[in-house]
């Protein structure tokens, strides 16, 4: 039976839990929160993002190839960041003077941003016109000049960049303007969200910075194609259905190649050749009649009859040369 206590015993537990005595029952560890800004949602998921560096990692490999071969130096270029951030931080993130190249995709409402550091624009200006890179100067304002010379390196950026989302889809970037201030350069409202992509470029022995910046208002189509497609095998939208025998085969039969007949040899001495005039005969070992060589880049693969077409010069082709008569 249960043991009965005294209205004494009652008091003194009732006091005790007044005064802490008592300890209450251990809580459950609460779990950490975790901050989210309703202001600024996550436009792009963390797959669609590892998509896009992808993308952009292709990007730079090509460009490297292209600046190794205009600027005769070694040229590495890695991505370091791809972030969703207000368009504010970028915008105060960016230097003054500044380098930058505004673009849009056609048909589509994106629009985006080049910049290249002023250091960076300055060493690609000075490499391009023959100097090695050290060259040194006061001010970081790009001249017009300058400009003109940096358009061969961006409109080639533009260029790789169409190739690299092609994985994607068909999107064309095209350049609209230089602008040496952000402010003139808007691509969105302050309170938008950008997608930020960094890249740094070594050349030589030096390293710079390079940022991509897309106004995210107008992915989501480029976004709901990341989420449909499959992307684990990079491969341009307009070569999905096909095999790589397919495609191999489709440009092999688009390749010119140069085409030779044989009518004869013949053999004769310094003094014979020295001594050849105008109207001279060369005897041949071929006769009237006899078929002839066609040679296909230097092989011989065929063999046909001369003749005249629609007052041209031709050979109609008779058998194809079997491997054990050559």
Not at 112 to 130: M, N
Not at 257 to 273: H, R, W, Y
Request: net charge neutral; with cysteine.
């Amino acid at each position: 039976m249960a043991e009965v206590l005294s209205q004494q015993e009652i008091d003194q537990l009732l006091n005790k839990m007044k005064t802490g005595g008592e300890q209450a029952p251990t809580a459950m560890p609460e779990k950490e929160a975790i901050p989210f800004d309703f202001r600024l949602p996550n436009r792009i998921s963390k797959n669609q993002l590892r998509t896009i560096r992808n993308i952009h990692e292709n990007f730079s490999e090509s460009l490297s190839s292209f600046l190794l071969s205009k600027l005769q130096a070694i040229v590495n270029i890695n991505v370091i960041s791809v972030d969703q951030i207000y368009y504010s931080e970028y915008v105060l993130s960016v230097s003054n003077p500044a380098c930058l190249f505004t673009f849009d995709i056609k048909n589509t409402d994106i629009k985006g941003i080049l910049e290249l550091s002023p250091e960076l624009a300055l060493a690609l200006v000075d490499r391009l016109l023959g100097g090695n890179g050290s060259g040194t100067k006061q001010s970081k304002i790009i001249t017009p000049i300058e400009q003109k010379v940096l358009y061969v390196v961006v409109d080639k950026i533009m260029v790789d960049l169409k190739k690299a989302w092609q994985i994607i889809g068909e999107y064309e970037f095209v350049m609209e303007r230089f602008e040496p201030d952000i402010d003139f350069a808007q691509i969105t409202s302050q309170s938008e969200s950008v997608l930020l992509i960094s890249f740094e470029i070594f050349i030589g022995e030096q390293s710079y910075l390079m940022n991509l910046c897309f106004a995210t208002f107008a992915f989501d189509a480029i976004l709901s194609k990341m989420s449909n497609q499959k992307l684990s095998s990079i491969r341009p939208v307009k070569y999905n259905g096909t095999t790589a025998k397919g495609i191999l085969s489709n440009h092999l039969q688009k390749t010119l190649l140069n085409i030779a007949v044989e009518f004869g040899l013949a053999t004769l001495t310094v003094e014979e050749l020295m001594n050849l005039e105008k109207g001279d005969i060369i005897k041949v070992n071929k006769k009237i009649g006899d078929e002839l060589k066609v040679k296909v880049a230097d092989k011989v693969l065929f063999m046909g009859q001369p003749g005249v077409v629609n007052k041209h010069k031709a050979v109609k082709i008779s058998r194809k040369i079997d491997p054990k008569e050559k």
